[in-house]
């Protein structure tokens, strides 16, 4: 199945070149963002006249999302993002599209750009993508296939755009966007180590864990990472003084940008069972007392 994905900035002005990049391109599943047409007006019979079923869910001037599928939809599950019934913003649709023998699930969004900073608009940006994080959550639960592509207005990292400097101050650059990002990314984590660490994992069955330099191999490094917020969990087991000194900026960085850092894989073990277990929403607390109380017997048993 090949999906694709097309912010059109308008599909009125737009539409013959959106048809010549299906022509070309010929996606089974095309997600469109900024629309900026009510669903009355979109143009729904010439993407039909090319096999393609249409859902729509769109905004006059303004926003406005639509989803193309050679495939007929199982079902238009969501139009606009849940957790807020006063959001009137048209950003979201998801549906259920057959494939292998189930469904996949498809959801198209066009996440709020939240410039200028300082305003509502920041703030509606950060409170939206909390929302999307909490529906990510529940598809997670749902424990089904799901792509969810679209137009995210976020720089995740430096290497993203050609001149980190010029968008210091963008809401699409911010550590809180980019913290939140990172949030939604590692629902499920990706792995790094230092390049040796990182051959050692590969050569044991974890293909896909990305290298990083040590800080005296060159930049960028290891603590380039933590600073640029692509870091969310650490794990660095040290033996001996030398070692201990070594990671001395590691710690640092950890301590600086609020990230959880652990020196024994027993201790990082019981950490990420904590987090699997909350992805779970199956957190319970209780007292230390309650875990130190004796198991309760049945009535009329003694021990012996």
């Given at each position: 199945?090949?999906?694709?994905?097309?912010?059109?900035?308008?599909?009125?002005?737009?539409?013959?070149?959106?048809?010549e990049?299906?022509?070309?391109?010929?996606?089974?599943?095309?997600?469109?963002?900024?629309?900026?047409?009510?669903?009355?007006?979109?143009?729904?019979?010439?993407?039909?006249?090319?096999?393609?079923?249409?859902?729509?869910?769109?905004?006059?001037?303004?926003?406005?999302?639509?989803?193309?599928?050679?495939?007929?939809?199982?079902?238009?599950?969501?139009?606009?993002?849940?957790?807020?019934?006063?959001d009137?913003?048209?950003?979201?649709?998801?549906?259920?599209?057959?494939?292998?023998?189930?469904?996949?699930?498809?959801?198209?969004?066009?996440?709020?750009?939240?410039?200028?900073?300082?305003?509502?608009?920041?703030?509606?940006?950060?409170?939206?993508m909390?929302?999307?994080?909490?529906?990510?959550?529940?598809?997670?639960?749902?424990?089904e296939?799901?792509?969810?592509?679209?137009?995210?207005?976020?720089?995740?990292?430096?290497?993203?755009?050609?001149?980190?400097?010029?968008?210091?101050?963008?809401?699409?650059?911010?550590?809180?966007?980019?913290?939140?990002?990172?949030?939604?990314?590692?629902?499920?984590?990706?792995?790094?180590?230092?390049?040796?660490?990182?051959?050692?994992?590969?050569?044991h069955?974890?293909?896909?864990?990305?290298?990083?330099?040590?800080?005296?191999?060159?930049?960028?490094?290891?603590?380039?990472?933590?600073?640029?917020?692509?870091?969310?969990?650490?794990?660095?087991?040290?033996?001996g003084?030398?070692?201990?000194?070594?990671?001395?900026?590691?710690?640092?960085?950890?301590?600086?940008?609020?990230?959880?850092?652990?020196?024994?894989?027993?201790?990082?073990?019981?950490?990420?069972?904590?987090?699997?277990?909350?992805?779970?929403?199956?957190?319970?607390?209780?007292?230390?007392?309650?875990?130190?109380?004796?198991?309760?017997r049945?009535s009329?048993t003694?021990?012996?």
């Amino acid at each position: 199945m090949k999906v694709a994905t097309f912010n059109v900035n308008g599909i009125t002005s737009r539409l013959p070149r959106v048809l010549e990049w299906l022509e070309e391109a010929r996606p089974d599943i095309a997600c469109l963002q900024e629309i900026k047409c009510v669903d009355e007006a979109f143009p729904s019979f010439e993407f039909e006249a090319m096999g393609y079923n249409v859902a729509v869910h769109g905004q006059k001037g303004f926003n406005g999302v639509a989803i193309l599928s050679k495939r007929p939809f199982d079902e238009i599950s969501v139009r606009g993002l849940p957790g807020d019934d006063s959001d009137a913003h048209a950003r979201y649709i998801e549906v259920c599209v057959p494939y292998a023998g189930g469904v996949v699930r498809v959801g198209n969004l066009y996440l709020p750009n939240g410039n200028p900073i300082g305003t509502d608009k920041f703030a509606y940006k950060l409170a939206w993508m909390k929302r999307f994080e909490a529906r990510t959550r529940e598809l997670l639960a749902l424990e089904e296939p799901f792509l969810l592509l679209g137009d995210y207005n976020v720089i995740p990292e430096p290497k993203d755009c050609w001149n980190p400097r010029v968008w210091a101050d963008d809401a699409l650059f911010l550590p809180p966007t980019r913290q939140a990002y990172r949030r939604l990314v590692n629902l499920g984590f990706t792995l790094c180590a230092t390049h040796g660490t990182a051959a050692y994992l590969s050569a044991h069955g974890l293909p896909d864990v990305r290298g990083l330099n040590k800080v005296l191999e060159g930049r960028p490094h290891c603590v380039d990472a933590m600073d640029n917020h692509e870091i969310d969990f650490v794990i660095n087991t040290t033996e001996g003084a030398q070692e201990i000194h070594d990671s001395q900026s590691l710690r640092r960085a950890a301590l600086m940008n609020g990230i959880a850092y652990y020196t024994t894989l027993r201790a990082a073990k019981a950490a990420l069972e904590a987090i699997a277990v909350e992805k779970r929403n199956d957190m319970r607390v209780q007292s230390l007392q309650a875990y130190a109380e004796p198991p309760t017997r049945p009535s009329g048993t003694s021990l012996r």
